[in-house]
């Protein structure tokens, strides 16, 4: 009873029954799912293990019902079980043992712990509910694994605050949580970048007494690396070590990851020396991230010095690796060497992804020549693989940037024939490739079309659209634009404010530019160094000497630093009387 008592509060916020046909009520079970003499199950074991896939499943279960004397709910686990881990085809179960019940095979706990296995593999976690609701109704008792699958599959769509609460409702009701609830609970707070509650919620555990295992510090170190806190993930490390937990290729690999991802590449090199020195052996995904790692910085020589030790280990490249290496190539423009290793990758069977093709697409739109772009296009649909939409916008930016904004504009209404809906980014791509091929009618018409469409238009689009008509003169139409995204209740931000100060500058209106700069503050988004430095660069463009030193001092008084285009507009200025005191003034700050 207190068990039932414990769960019953949160089975009250499942109003939805998944499993319907698992009546409350009492059913007629078979008269043959009884028998006594239950068939060969060695037999029948071996059969379900040597059967090919779903479909040849699907078919024993069939014979099955034909078979005399009739398989118990035991028999029928064998092959459920078979379906889910095997086959991975979770309704094909449910429904199996749905028609089961129907001919009065009654389930026991180990079958609806596959029905609630099924559908958090599904995303259907809620639902499981309304199955642990339908154990307490018949006379069975959950376990761990009823309870710990629930767990996890919570904490896989995110739902960690439920998870935490059943788990709290489990040791109430005399359960008690294992290394996989630990591990499923910890490893849920990862993924959501609660990794400090991650360490605090590991914390209280070890004051009870739990140890933490191998995978729970895993979790923790994977959760820290991700989000930078290498240093943290290391003291971590060291804990293990002290616990004599022996760190496995996991922790390695999450450890060399964290310091790839912030720039510390002999660090990430160190722990390589330092695994293989313990006897852990790197795999593929361990000499990967270290391709990846050097290649964003654009050491490809030691990229293949990598790759050339991981060779030397017996260990093959994988798409990913090939996919790091190309991206190298093209960030250092050498289109050339990575269409090289784009043909090395057929010669050694490795299939392209969307991924190798848009690193090339990307590459050549790099280095202007649409062309070969293009080219890779059509290629890619040719093999069988659905241009996403990174491949169209890197594509409309390539047009954009060799002066074709209505190419670019083609190319952006193509995508939904290929079934890519434009997302923001390609969309302010577009927009401002018009805008700087002053193609200005074109782009206002889109952006009309776009406020007229299903898409949520944000910040950034209204700053691009707003930038465009500033530039290309039209101040009255950028206002109207500003107007209309007040109406949307979309705030400013410090780029918007920006803009138009520039715009109003570019128009001589230097007053409407100081106050909408004091406005900032106002408004909870105070001026930074780009808002000064477009302002006093429209005060040195009118030839405003007096209120360009005030601003010049009030930015030398908040620590900001003038820009290029401010020094240089400055240098001008005074450049024919370089002995001024307002000359030297500006030399020594």
């Known amino acids: 009873m207190r068990t039932r008592a414990s769960i019953s509060c949160l089975l009250r916020i499942q109003h939805r029954n998944y499993f319907l046909s698992y009546s409350h009520s009492s059913s007629t079970t078979n008269s043959n799912a009884v028998n006594n003499n239950p068939i060969n199950r060695t037999h029948l074991l071996n059969s379900i293990k040597t059967l090919p896939d779903v479909n040849a499943a699907v078919t024993f279960f ?76 018949t006379g069975l008792r959950p376990t761990m694994v009823t309870l710990n699958t629930i767990v996890n599959g919570l904490c896989v769509e995110g739902k960690v605050a439920q998870a935490l609460n059943l788990s709290r409702y489990m040791e109430n009701a005399g359960y008690v949580p294992n290394d996989y609830t630990f591990g499923a609970l910890v490893n849920g707070l990862c993924k959501i970048n609660d990794t400090v509650s991650a360490v605090v919620y590991l914390r209280n555990m070890m004051e009870r007494n739990y140890e933490p295992n191998v995978v729970v510090y895993n979790a923790i170190i994977d959760g820290f690396c991700k989000l930078g806190f290498v240093s943290e993930a290391m003291n971590l490390f060291k804990e293990m070590n002290e616990k004599g937990i022996y760190p496995s290729l996991v922790t390695y690999n999450c450890l060399i990851q964290g310091f790839c991802n912030v720039g510390k590449l002999k660090s990430a090199y160190f722990l390589l ?3 293989m020195e313990k006897g852990i052996m790197p795999d593929v995904q361990t000499f990967t991230i270290l391709v990846d790692g050097f290649c964003k910085e654009g050491l490809i020589l030691e990229a293949r010095s990598v790759i050339c030790y991981m060779v030397q280990m017996g260990e093959e490249l994988n798409v990913v690796t090939y996919n790091s290496l190309i991206g190298g190539y093209c ?218 030193r005030k601003y010049l001092q009030i930015m030398k008084c908040k620590g900001f630093a003038v820009d290029a285009t401010t020094t240089e507009l400055l240098i001008g200025f005074y450049s024919d009387d370089k002995e001024s005191n307002a000359f030297q003034d500006l030399l020594k700050n």
């Open 62 to 137: 069939h014979q099955m019902l034909t078979m005399n004397p009739f398989p118990n709910v035991k028999d029928f686990n064998f092959l459920f079980t078979f379906i889910t881990k095997k086959t991975k085809h979770y309704t094909t179960a449910i429904s199996l043992i749905k028609h089961a019940h129907s001919l009065g095979v009654k389930p026991d706990t180990y079958t609806l712990n596959i029905v609630i296995n099924c559908l958090c593999h599904l995303g259907h976690t809620p639902f499981a509910f309304s199955v642990l609701g339908i154990m307490f109704k």
């Open 273 to 275: 020396n330092e695994m």
């Open 331 to 548: 960030l250092m423009n050498q289109m050339d060497e990575a269409m090289k290793v784009f043909e090395l990758m057929g010669l050694r069977k490795c299939l392209p992804s969307v991924v190798t093709y848009n690193s090339l697409i990307h590459g050549w739109c790099k280095v202007k020549d649409v062309d070969k772009a293009m080219c890779l296009l059509y290629e890619m649909v040719n093999e069988g693989l659905c241009p996403d939409v990174v491949t169209w916008t890197t594509l409309v930016g390539g047009f954009c940037e060799v002066g074709k904004p209505l190419a670019a504009k083609e190319l952006f209404f193509t995508m939904k024939e290929y079934g890519q809906v434009p997302n923001l980014l390609s969309c302010g791509v577009v927009l401002d490739g018009l805008f700087r091929c002053h193609f200005r009618f074109e782009a206002v018409s889109l952006f009309r079309a776009l406020e007229e469409s299903d898409l949520e238009l944000d910040i950034v689009i209204y700053n691009v659209m707003i930038d465009g008509l500033c530039k290309d003169g039209k101040l009255r139409d950028a206002r109207k634009v500003l107007a209309r995204l007040l109406v949307k209740g979309l705030r400013f931000d410090s780029y918007t404010y920006n803009i138009m100060i520039g715009g109003l500058c570019r128009k001589g209106l230097l007053d409407d530019a100081e106050y909408l700069l004091m406005k900032m503050e106002e408004n909870g988004c105070p001026p930074n160094t780009c808002s000064y430095n477009v302002f006093v660069q429209g005060l040195l463009r009118n030839h405003d000497v007096l209120r360009s």
